[in-house]
């Protein structure tokens, strides 16, 4: 597999895993490192940049579609934006260094953009999570 081909496959799967599509990240992470082929911290930084920019999609989707939310296509109910909202009421802004988290990450990342969180303060703190549980698997392989 070339590197063009590692790096687009890991960028595709950490985006499409900090959306609120299923999808997982680590494992094609861990796969990428356990091969070897690549510096890790080039699979840290590309995996990185990937999933933050699926959590700002998440933002954007929470800013723009929320107009939208009775729609049957919508793809969350009332009672799981409602729990994520409980959520950043009660924690703020510093719920988002949750945003690595399965389950409530990705809908946390959602109600940050429906309750107009500032962008660039979203996105350190997006980036700090997200770096961070990257790192921590990068280290637990090394």
Known sequence: MTSLAVYGGLFLAALLAATILPAQSEAALAA???AGREPVWALVAVASLGNVLGSVVNYALGYFLTRFENR????????QIAKAEGWYHRWGKWSLLLSWAPVVGDPLTLVAGVLREN?????????IAKV???????????
């Open 32 to 34: 990428a490192i356990v």
């Open 72 to 79: 049957r296509w919508f793809p969350l109910t009332r009672a």
């Open 119 to 127: 962008l660039a303060v979203f996105v350190v703190l997006v980036t």
């Open 132 to 142: 961070g549980r990257y790192l921590v698997i990068a280290w637990a392989l090394a």
